[in-house]
Every structure is written in structure tokens, then in C-alpha cells.
């Protein structure tokens, strides 16, 4: 057991939260859900436990997500959340107030970026760190960030899509849309109502993306067998749903994630614009884990895609890198409190 950790990297993200420590790796990894009684507003469950509640908990308990879109939209209770991770992940016998790093949307506000800050402090932090994730998910991903070139970052995470030109260590040109996993998830669940007059929760509905969704079509469909609530009946039926479908549910998500490459290529210079055809568009966070994406994207805009190793860890990955050269990153992140 070591009693001396002193950096902690949190991706704090709308779907699920990472724990980075240096030289352990990521040693935690949970859904970004608290269960809350409503009774007497206790916490009775963080994390994974508190997800398996969804959809299923009684009136008196609520399971709620307290990140919306990549930023913070209940503050005490995203408080309550970083105290569970932190303590969890260092050990009850710790003993330093670590320094964390926490990652943010690129397209995060001062107020948004202050209670982050304020909420990693309150949780147990000595110093709170704040760096846009694309930047961490370059790192994250292995792309020389510090070079004079450009690199152009595509991170579809749950709640948001950043996109992010960088170049010398910095951001050139940037977006974040609002369109990610759970949209995808919602257009899913949608369709289904539509098709099928079946009722889905979101669980069901992410599995269906997982198991058998695509950006393109395919020639082999796959199938999957889904079971919800019939809304004429409201008996449980089942019903086949096949790949191609999928492809045509989420569409509209996936047009608006292409709409923000296009966005940001608007706004790059031509010669970084030029390193970007020379080396690709590296796509990060789970969401771009969708069967086929970088083929859509390189058939929009024209520009390879690459799909990054292990492009669910790479934002947390990238929190252990800065941390190990905080010297170095100090004037490239944006604000210490």
C-alpha cells in the first residue's frame, strides 16, 4: 500500500470518470452516477453501484448524473462524487492532500472552470488543476503536442465532442458540440419508440450502439434481440433490430460531430491544415469506439481518420503524462487556484 501518492488525474466526464495515479496507471474507472435518497437527501451509492440503480430505483431514490454536457450542473453533489474517487483511489491511510489535475471541455466557461476548481479543492485536493481535454487527450494518445505542427483532435466522449486543432502545446482553433454518446443513446432509444412503439432505457439503448451500431452501412447486419415495454399494451415485448437501422437512427448525431470537424477546419491556418492531411485526425473518448466512424469521417471531410489505442483512457492517460512533467505543462494549463 503506498501512504504517499501526492497526484491524482480525474476525467471527469458525463458518462464515466477515470482515476489516473503516475506510476499506477488508471486505477479506477466508474460511471459518473450518485444515487441520492430523497428523503433526507442522503448519498447511498457513487459510482457503479449507484448505475446499476438507474431505471430501477424506487421514488424515494433518485440516481442522477450530476454532470451535464462535460461540465458541472450539480455542484454539491459532483462535490460528493470527487470525495468518493479521491478517497477511493488513494486509500484510506494517505497521507498527503494530493494535487489533482481534472479535465474540462474545450469549450468551458471561467465560472464553469472555477467550480471545477472549487469542487476538486472542497473534495480533498491541496491544488486543483484545470486543462482542456483535448489537450490531455493528445497527450493521452501519444502525439508530440509541443512540435510546431498541427494535430487535429477529435474527443467524443458522453456529453460532449471537442474538437481541437493544437499546435506548440497549445490550442489554435477549437469547438465543443453537445453531441456525443448520450445523444446517440437518445436518438437509439427514439427510434425504437418510433419503430417499434417499444420503450427502452438508456441502458438497453447503449447496448444496441455497442453490440450492433455503425456510421455506415454494412453489407452483414448484425441483430439484436431487444426487450422493453410494449406503449400500447405496456406488456414486455421483444423485437429484432438490425445494424442498418441504427445507422439511420443516429444520423442526424453523427452529422453534427462531422459539422464540428468542419467548423474547426474553417478556422485553422492553411499550413496547419497541411500537417493535418499529412497525418490524420486522431479520434479519442469511447464514443469514437462506433464501428466505422473514422471511415464517415474520412468520407466527409476527406482526411484520414485514425482511431487512437485505447481511446477511452487517453484523457486520463493524458492527466498521468502532465502530471509526471508539471514543470513543463505549467504554462500550458490553464489555471491554478
Known amino acids: 500500500m503506498n501512504f504517499f501518492i501526492r497526484k491524482l488525474g480525474i476525467d471527469l466526464g458525463t458518462a464515466n470518470t477515470l482515476v489516473f495515479i503516475p506510476g499506477q496507471g488508471i486505477v479506477l474507472s466508474e460511471p459518473s452516477v450518485v444515487a441520492i435518497s430523497q428523503i433526507d437527501n442522503r448519498v447511498l451509492a457513487v459510482g457503479s453501484e449507484a448505475k446499476e440503480m438507474i431505471g430501477k430505483t424506487p421514488e424515494s431514490i433518485i440516481a442522477y448524473r450530476p454532470m451535464r454536457d462535460g461540465v458541472i450542473a450539480d455542484y454539491r453533489v459532483t462535490e460528493t462524487m470527487l470525495k468518493y474517487y479521491i478517497n477511493k483511489a488513494l486509500g484510506r491511510f494517505n497521507l498527503f492532500r494530493p494535487d489533482v489535475m481534472v479535465s474540462v471541455p474545450a469549450g468551458v466557461t471561467s465560472t464553469e472552470r472555477r467550480a471545477v476548481i472549487e469542487a476538486t479543492i472542497k473534495a480533498g485536493a491541496k491544488n486543483a488543476y484545470v486543462v482542456k481535454e483535448p489537450i490531455l487527450a493528445a497527450l493521452g494518445a501519444g502525439v508530440p503536442i509541443h512540435e510546431a505542427r498541427g494535430h487535429m483532435i ?6 460532449t465532442t471537442d474538437v481541437a486543432v493544437i499546435s506548440l502545446g497549445g490550442i489554435v482553433a477549437s ?16 427510434y425504437i419508440k418510433k419503430a417499434f412503439n417499444l420503450a427502452i432505457g438508456d441502458k438497453t439503448a447503449e447496448e444496441v ?5 455503425s456510421a455506415i452501412p454494412i453489407e452483414n447486419e448484425l441483430v439484436y434481440t431487444i426487450k422493453g415495454r410494449d406503449f400500447m399494451s405496456g406488456l414486455p415485448r421483444f423485437a429484432e433490430v438490425r445494424t442498418n437501422e441504427i445507422v439511420r437512427a443516429i444520423d442526424g448525431e453523427l452529422k453534427e460531430i462531422i459539422r464540428a470537424i468542419k467548423t474547426v477546419f474553417q478556422d485553422t491556418p492553411p499550413e496547419l491544415s497541411a500537417d493535418i492531411i499529412d497525418h490524420g485526425i486522431i479520434m479519442t473518448g469511447g464514443s469514437s469506439m462506433l464501428r466505422n466512424l473514422p471511415e464517415l469521417v474520412y468520407r466527409r471531410t476527406g482526411v484520414k481518420a485514425i482511431l487512437a489505442d485505447d481511446a477511452l483512457l487517453c484523457v486520463a492517460k493524458g492527466t498521468g503524462i502532465a502530471l509526471e512533467h508539471l514543470a513543463v505543462y505549467k504554462r500550458t494549463i490553464l489555471s491554478k487556484r
Request: hydrophobic share 35%.
Open 154 to 159: 477529435v474527443d467524443i466522449g458522453g456529453g
Open 175 to 190: 469547438t465543443s458540440v453537445k453531441y456525443a454518446g448520450n445523444k446517440i443513446d437518445q436518438a437509439i432509444a427514439d
Open 209 to 213: 450502439k455497442i453490440e450492433i451500431g
